[in-house]
Every structure is written in structure tokens, then in C-alpha cells.
């Protein structure tokens, strides 16, 4: 009898704890991000095109506005108006009700360069 009180002690001294110590975790800043960056907060994002997913045996998919879009699917769900047409390496086409196609960039102000081969550097000593 004793000994499951004192249980019923223990837990009941370290619940609270566990309790404040995930609150506290919510609120605490991610010290990696530069000052004055936008927090990623779930559920909340800027829209666009977000990620491009190719995987083997299933047909590529793009997340766009926080929803994950396989190829020919609708952007907004079954109620969408635009359905996903193209999945490039690095943008996705939409094309709405009235045929207007609309192109989504992963980067819209970034481009590629590549650098030029450097002959000294394929030289081994």
C-alpha cells in the first residue's frame, strides 16, 4: 500500500514537470536562423510551389501551397480549378478550366550557371 503511494507521489510531483517542459519547448526560437527571419510555423505557409517529388514505381508529385499534388491531380483538392499538368526539374505547370496554363518556379530569382572546367584543378600532383 505504501509503495503505490509513493508512486502515485512520484507521478504526480513529475507530470507538471513534463508539462511546462513541452510548453516551454513551443516557445522557445530556433537559434540557427539569422535575426529577423520569418519563423516556420506549421500549417502557415507562402504559397507556390514548395518542393518536387520524384520517386521510382510512383508518378511525381509536386507540394504546392502545403498540399502534396501527384501529376494530373487538382491544386485545392477535388474542388480545385487548376490541375498539374507538368513537373519539370525545378517548376510545375498548371493549366486552369479556361486553358490558361500558369508555370510555379522552385526558385523564381535564383538561375543556374555552371562553372567552367578548371584544367589545373583535374591535374594530379
Not at 510555423?41 to 517529388?53: A, E, F, H, K, N
Not at 499534388?69 to 498539374?84: F, N
Not at 486553358?99 to 522552385?106: D, H, K, P, S, V
Request: contains cysteine; glycine residues 10%; positive net charge.
Amino acid at each position: 500500500m505504501a509503495r503505490c503511494l509513493n508512486l502515485s507521489a512520484l507521478a504526480l510531483a513529475v507530470l507538471p514537470a513534463l508539462l511546462c517542459g513541452s510548453a516551454m519547448a513551443e516557445t522557445l526560437r530556433d537559434p540557427t536562423r539569422p535575426p529577423g527571419s520569418n519563423e516556420y510555423v506549421p500549417g502557415q505557409t507562402d504559397g507556390g510551389l514548395q518542393s518536387i517529388v520524384r520517386r521510382e514505381g510512383q508518378k511525381p508529385r509536386a507540394l504546392i501551397n502545403g498540399e502534396l499534388v501527384p501529376l494530373g491531380g487538382k491544386v485545392g483538392g477535388v474542388d480545385g480549378t487548376q490541375r498539374l499538368i507538368a513537373i519539370h526539374a525545378d517548376s510545375v505547370v498548371l493549366l486552369d478550366a479556361q486553358g490558361n496554363r500558369e508555370t510555379l518556379q522552385l526558385t523564381p530569382a535564383a538561375s543556374k550557371t555552371f562553372a567552367k572546367p578548371n584544367s589545373s584543378a583535374s591535374r594530379k600532383p
